[in-house]
């Protein structure tokens, strides 16, 4: 069945830098689109970055932009997003998803499977 496991997630200062990791199984990788999300205490689950399977189309919330890299493996079913520069207000839950529709962005009503999500926090 299809499993999306994250990890890379931590304790970290302000002005640091993360990689989070999925690691996608059950599904062919390149046919579905990667998003990462993430849901803050008390903020509603918010989409990230996303990647498309073929062509490598990304998109990237306005407030990650210039900050957040999104890549992906699909030799290795490996999907990454190398965050830079965190700040406090990037604080939650991470999660990754896959959908199946080609043309989704980084809307969460867009996405089909999600794992677990792990925890980044930015604090001094």
């Known amino acids: 069945q299809v499993q999306l496991v994250e990890s890379g997630g931590g304790l970290v200062q302000p002005g640091s830098s993360l990689r989070l990791s999925c690691a996608a199984s059950?599904?062919?990788?390149?046919?579905?689109?990667i998003g990462w999300f993430r849901k803050a205490p008390g903020k509603e689950r918010e989409g990230v970055s996303s990647m498309r399977g073929s062509g490598g189309t990304t998109y990237y919330a306005d407030s990650v932009k210039g900050r957040f890299t999104i890549s992906r493996d699909n030799a290795e079913n490996l999907v990454y997003l190398q965050m830079n520069s965190l700040k406090p207000e990037d604080t939650a839950v991470y999660y990754c998803a896959a959908a199946s529709n080609w043309w989704a962005t980084i809307w969460p009503y867009e996405y089909d499977d999600w794992g677990q999500g792990t925890q980044v926090t930015v604090s001094s």
């Open positions: 059950g599904f062919t990788l390149d046919d579905h689109v």
